[in-house]
């Protein structure tokens, strides 16, 4: 079982839907959760970051865990076509950052 | 923000030439900084850690000695694949950690460098 499971996709979604990104984990020593958006040919950049369990809004954007399920969402509301990319979840524990492998999701205008 | 940069953003080179990669954080100073690789569609792969003044940890499976780290100072680490091959075309990401009181350190990514090598 990988450390950090995520559902490759690829996600398509008409434009104003609300899209769900979830990665599942086995490590229940991860302590801080965060999503990284990555557009084709470029770096990933942090959208949210959130420590322990329970939810942050960020405009259009939240981000969920459930440390006893080992299960973290990004929920994305009113989602438009600028929000195409790759989503990664990571996590981390003390020292130890572990990337999930990505959601490919395409919103359609 | 923090700003991470990476140069050069792109790079073209003959097999069994050497090619080093430069990232720099710009508006602070990273005691560490991370290389990763990236295969198209594919997720980060954490190749090496960067500590300032002292020798990079490499992850398994990766060739300390085709893949050459140096982090000379603060703001400057370098990745130099040396005897580069073919395979070794990938996108190359760099990033950078904020030192801070808070337990949570942030990585800051670079824009990434596209290699390939012919």
């Known amino acids: 079982q990988k450390e950090v499971e995520q559902d490759p996709g690829p996600l398509s979604v008409p434009e104003g839907a609300i899209v769900s990104l979830n990665c599942t984990y086995s490590n229940s020593a991860f302590q801080y959760f965060m999503w990284y958006r990555q557009y084709s040919r470029k770096g990933p950049e942090l959208l949210m970051y959130t420590y322990s369990s329970g939810n942050k809004e960020d405009g259009r954007f939240t981000a969920q865990v459930d440390k006893s399920s080992k299960y973290i969402s990004l929920f994305i509301r009113d989602s438009q076509p600028s929000d195409s990319a790759t989503y990664l979840c990571a996590m981390r524990d003390g020292q130890n950052f572990v990337f999930g492998p990505g959601t490919r999701l395409s919103v359609l205008p | 923000g923090a700003v991470v940069s990476q140069h050069p953003s792109w790079v073209i080179c003959k097999s069994g030439t050497s090619v080093k990669i430069e990232c720099r954080s710009l508006?602070?100073?990273?005691?560490?900084m991370f290389w990763y690789r990236q295969f198209p569609k594919q997720s980060l792969m954490l190749m090496a850690t960067s500590n300032e003044g002292s020798k990079a940890t490499y992850e398994q499976g990766v060739e300390k000695d085709k893949f050459l780290i140096n982090h000379a100072s603060l703001t400057l680490s370098t990745l130099t694949v040396t005897s580069a091959h073919p395979e070794d075309s990938s996108f190359y990401i760099c990033s950078a950690r904020i030192p801070s009181a808070s337990s949570y350190n942030e990585q800051f990514f670079g824009p990434g460098t596209r290699l390939t090598v012919l």
């Open positions: 508006d602070f100073q990273a005691t560490t």
